[in-house]
Each structure stands twice: as structure tokens, then as C-alpha cells.
């Protein structure tokens, strides 16, 4: 009788440390260590940072700004071609944006200013009210803005491409309340660092100073290699 109390113990003990042990999302368990004076990329759904060895392959999941056609305030068309190779800060905005648009493209003219070095190094600013902002109104918002820098693109293009690429890279949610004639875009007042290959490796935001300084150092850090 004993033994058979024992065994039954056993069993109970046993089923009791199965179900200690949840079948997580891998996701949710992943973590990768920090490598010094290296820049992360983003990976997966969830955009955990990603510091590659620089041996092995990249993994195929990392965020990366593969495919898009902009119209620039020049009028000339800007693709994924003409940005590989280079450094690119990307942000978001629109020409009828009274409150944050003008904040954070000052802000960009901080980070212009600040960075000494820019060659290779592009600034993309995308409007998320592409059906109003034409060449005509970005090039209006860029003399209205004071933006003197010839790196520096004003660009609309195909609005379910803008709003898919946000979100699905920068994970950035672009929203519409109003009317068609009175819309109010909500969109982030972030800037996104985009490798020399369209990978994105870095997120900063515009209010204050110290994601600034920190956008500044990277650059430099991806520069290095």
C-alpha cells in the first residue's frame, strides 16, 4: 500500500512540474546580449533589438524598408535604389499639420546641424497626407520651415503604401479622425536611422534632448561599421 502511495506521489509531483513549464511564444523568451559600440537592429513582431556577431546571417525577420516609389518636393521619384548605401533618417509628417509637424522637422534641423559628417547621409520625410501633399505643398512646408539642406527630401506618394510601410517597418501607426475636407492625422513624433542597406537600427524621439544626442552617436557608430 505504501509503495502504491509513493508512485501515486510521484505521478502527482511530476504532472505538477509539466504544467510549471508553459509552451511560451518564442518572442516572448527571446533576448539577445548588447554587443559594445554596436548599434541593434529590430526583429519580429515585437521589435526586440538584435545585436548581430557579424558572422552568421541576419535573420530573415529583422525590419527592413524594402519596397516604396516617393515623389519628392523636387519632383524627381525617389525608390529603395537611391537610398542603399547611404545613411537615411526617416520621419513623418504633413504640409496642414499646425501642432507637431513643425516640432519635429525643427527638431530634425537640430540633428542636421548637429551631425558634421554627411556624406551618405539622407533625410526622407514622408507625408502621411499624400492625397493634399503634392510637390507644390512640400516644397511651400520645406521654404516655410526654413530647411536650406539639399539631403534633406520632402516626399508624398501612395497612401495604402505610406501607411502599410509605417506600420509594418516602423511599426508607427498612422490614424485619420475628421472629414475628408478637415482631417486630422495622427501619426509619431519619432525619427527612424535606417542602415545602408534600409535595415532599421535605430528609433528616436524628437521631444528632448537626449535621444538626440544618442541618434547622433549612432551614426557615427554605424559610419565605423
Given at each position: 500500500m505504501k509503495k502504491i502511495c509513493l508512485i501515486?506521489?510521484?505521478?502527482l509531483f511530476a504532472s505538477c512540474d509539466k504544467k510549471q513549464a508553459p509552451n511560451l511564444p518564442r518572442a516572448l523568451t527571446e533576448f539577445y546580449s548588447p554587443v559594445e559600440g554596436k548599434v541593434p537592429y529590430f526583429k519580429g513582431n515585437d521589435m526586440n533589438p538584435f545585436w548581430s556577431d557579424g558572422k552568421t546571417a541576419l535573420p530573415g525577420d529583422?525590419?527592413?524598408?524594402?519596397?516604396?516609389t516617393f515623389t519628392t518636393h523636387e519632383g524627381s521619384i525617389l525608390t529603395p535604389e537611391d537610398?542603399?548605401?547611404k545613411l537615411v533618417l526617416m520621419s513623418f509628417f504633413f504640409t496642414r499639420c499646425s501642432g507637431i509637424c513643425p516640432m519635429v522637422t525643427a527638431s530634425v534641423k537640430r540633428i542636421h546641424e548637429k551631425i558634421a559628417n554627411h556624406t551618405n547621409l539622407v533625410f526622407v520625410s514622408v507625408s502621411v497626407d499624400p492625397e493634399h501633399d503634392q510637390p507644390r505643398q512640400l516644397s511651400e512646408f520645406r521654404d516655410r520651415m526654413k530647411v536650406p539642406f539639399q539631403n534633406w527630401y520632402f516626399s508624398t506618394g501612395n497612401k495604402d503604401e505610406i501607411y502599410g510601410l509605417a506600420r509594418?517597418?516602423?511599426q508607427s501607426d498612422v490614424t485619420v479622425r475628421g472629414t475628408k475636407d478637415q482631417a486630422d492625422f495622427l501619426h509619431t513624433e519619432s525619427v527612424y536611422l535606417l542602415d545602408k542597406d534600409l535595415y532599421l537600427r535605430g528609433i528616436y524621439r524628437t521631444k528632448g534632448l537626449a535621444d538626440l544626442e544618442r541618434l547622433a552617436k549612432e551614426v557615427a557608430q554605424l559610419r565605423a561599421g
Open positions: 501515486v506521489i510521484t505521478i529583422l525590419r527592413q524598408l524594402t519596397k516604396f537610398l542603399k548605401g509594418s517597418v516602423f
